[in-house]
């Protein structure tokens, strides 16, 4: 396996990662809340689409799900670190605790809407490439994505903030999202004409 392949794999688990975290906070961008892991998180579907095509469904299904154990493991960790007692030295245990103590409803919604989410996108995908045409390579990637982000969003939104946030923040919230996930995938559509297609559907 090349550097490039790599680079697709680490890259992915990495935005996986990157974006749990970040999910913890929402932020206002013109006036508009949005969760701050929408910012890295759509570029996972943009790599998925490039591991799919690279190595077929079979290893894009096991990347998905190589990254949810990853993320599992890390709030595992985080909550582990958060239990240590502190050196009396150190001021800043209520701080760690509160910035990374993970949020458990956040971080299993996070989780569960990329998992469904990324396995949905992987289905379509396969099912254009394999029924449909795998010419117009631009059209696979708009087409799963399409699916994808909006099912994330909503899945997310609801499973994390549910009963905790109004209403109305909600789907301004999932508005953002989609907006923001659609943007990204417009703007890194071009990449899947930088790897190799698979030999063969799988």
């Known amino acids: 396996m090349g550097f490039g392949s790599l680079l697709l794999i680490g890259g992915y688990i990495a935005a996986q990662m990157l974006a749990d975290i970040a999910s913890v906070k929402i932020a206002m961008v013109f006036s508009l809340a949005v969760d701050a892991g929408t910012f890295v998180y759509p570029l996972t579907f943009t790599l998925r689409d490039l ?3 690279q190595f077929g469904k079979q290893t894009a299904r096991q990347v998905i799900i190589i990254a949810a154990l990853i993320n599992i493991a890390m709030v ?5 670190v958060v239990w240590l007692p502190a050196d009396s030295s150190w001021a800043y245990q ?5 910035i990374l103590g993970p ?3 956040i971080v ?4 569960l809407a990329e998992v469904i989410s990324e396995l949905t996108d992987t289905e379509i995908y396969h099912y254009w490439t ?10 696979r990637v708009l087409v799963s994505n399409a699916v994808s982000v909006p099912l994330d969003s909503i899945l997310f939104c609801f499973g994390a903030f549910w009963s905790i946030m109004p209403m109305a923040v909600i789907w301004e919230i999932i508005i953002v999202n989609i907006l923001v996930k659609s943007a ?3 703007v890194s559509l071009p990449a899947i004409y930088a790897v190799h297609d698979h030999e063969q559907v799988s």
């Open 103 to 105: 949020v458990w409803r």
């Open 51 to 53: 591991i799919h095509k």
């Open 130 to 139: 394999s029924r449909i045409t795998r010419r117009y390579q631009w059209s």
């Open 94 to 98: 209520q701080s760690f605790k509160d």
């Open 108 to 111: 299993f919604a996070s989780i």
């Open 76 to 80: 595992v960790f985080f909550a582990f």
């Open 184 to 186: 990204v995938t417009l």
